[in-house]
């Protein structure tokens, strides 16, 4: 039997994964001062039991100023590390790719968790040991409902860029595999490149090539410290919205820079920034971000991912097979069935349990075999 794309294997530099399945990186608001907890652990290591080639540890602040919340996950210390190994580790034990976001959060940082409402901390917020802190960002402008955040110096800049480079030695020591700096979502490094929120007059503002350097920067120092064999994606808003701001052209440059800087792949979003020039948000269907994959991996000749609203297996086989995205990235869907991989190479290949977890494989495939029997009006026992 022909195997499906969707289940083929790739190899990134000096990695390989089983599949083309990613588990996109989700914000849990369930660390312990940056530090990785038993709900990572459990929650992460099911995707991995789960079937997906490669699970991502959701966004990672590479400074304490940069997390959304007081309960983000943080690499800023050298006990967060400690705390992420046995992560990377069962991950890696179970056949998936251990990949972690590294991220700061810019001007939507000091935050409420999402079921919290996922606004602004405020000052009532200090009695709750939830005390606010100031945010900073390309310029002094706020984003819609948030306080204005505080501009970043020239010398905060490059400390900044320091602090990215010490959190990918910390994620190679914790025993990640795969990096993704987080450039889109209306956070730091998204807010350089658009024009809707960068208004700096210096080398980090006003033209297009100037709006890229901070990012092209970060990447430069990752990969500084980042082993050669070991791939680097970045994240990116593919665009704005359909009112302006960064486009999916700029995407296109900016691609084609990381690329020439090292990095491997383009995880393909858009959205997230919010003011002070409105933009329209893209109309949400199934797979609506895929053009954007399908675009850079064309026009640049990068290996893409595609996210977003991607849910039945046969819509992420095509998105691969017909040379849209290398890579399709899961995210709800796998909230809503952690064993996604495992069910979408059933769906797409009849049934068979041979990339069940070895516990599981054997009970899974007698009782397949009873039901059958059952389904024919039969029973074990005639
Ligand atoms: C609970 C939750 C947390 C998220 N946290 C992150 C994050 O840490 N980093 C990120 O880039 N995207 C984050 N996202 C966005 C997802 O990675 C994904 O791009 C988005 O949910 C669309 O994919 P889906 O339709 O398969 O869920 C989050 C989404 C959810 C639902």
């Not at 490149?193 to 208004?199: A, D, G, K, R, T």
Request: proline share 6%; glycine share 10%.
């Amino acid at each position: 039997m022909i195997t499906p794309k969707l289940f083929t294997p790739l190899t990134i530099r000096g990695t390989t994964t089983r599949n083309r399945v990613v588990i996109s990186p989700m914000c849990q608001y369930s660390a312990n001062k940056g530090r990785a907890t038993n709900w990572h652990l459990v929650h992460l290591g099911r995707y991995a039991l789960g079937g997906a080639g490669i699970v991502f540890v959701e966004a990672t602040a590479v400074e304490a100023r940069g997390r959304i919340s007081h309960l983000d996950l943080g690499l800023y210390e050298e006990t967060h590390v400690e705390s992420l190994m046995p992560v990377a580790h069962f991950l890696k034990e179970n056949g998936a790719v251990p990949a972690i976001q590294l991220s700061h959060a810019g001007r939507k940082a000091s935050g409420h968790a999402a079921w919290q409402g996922a606004g602004p901390l405020s000052a009532e917020d200090q009695s709750f040991s939830q005390a606010p802190w100031q945010a900073v960002a390309p310029s002094a402008v706020a984003a819609e409902g948030w306080p204005p955040p505080v501009a970043l110096s020239i010398q905060d800049i490059s400390e900044l860029i320091d602090s990215w480079r010490s959190a990918a030695l910390r994620a190679r020591a914790a025993g990640f595999d795969i990096i993704e700096i987080h450039g889109g979502h209306g956070y730091l490094i998204h807010e350089f490149l658009s024009p809707v929120s960068n208004f700096r007059k210096d080398r980090y503002g006003g033209s297009m090539q100037n709006r890229m350097r901070f990012a092209l920067e970060i990447v430069e120092a990752v990969r500084s410290v980042w082993p050669d064999d070991k791939p680097l994606f970045f994240r990116v808003s593919a665009l704005d919205g359909s009112g302006g701001g960064w486009t999916l052209d700029d995407t296109v440059t900016l691609s084609r820079l990381l690329h020439q800087s090292g990095v491997d792949l383009i995880d393909c979003s858009s959205g997230g920034m919010t003011g002070p020039t409105p933009t329209m948000a893209i109309p949400r269907e199934y797979g609506f971000q895929v053009p954007f994959s399908e675009t850079v991996r064309r026009e640049v000749g990068i290996l893409t991912c595609a996210v977003g609203l991607i849910i039945e297996p046969n819509l992420a086989e095509s998105i691969v097979k017909e040379g849209k995205a290398d890579l399709v990235a899961i995210g709800r869907e796998a909230l809503n069935d952690p064993n996604w991989a495992l069910h979408a190479r059933n769906k797409l290949q009849a049934g068979e349990f041979g990339d069940w977890p070895l516990p599981f494989r054997g009970w899974l495939e007698r009782r397949a075999a009873t039901i059958e029997l059952l389904e024919r009006g039969l029973s074990e026992n005639k």
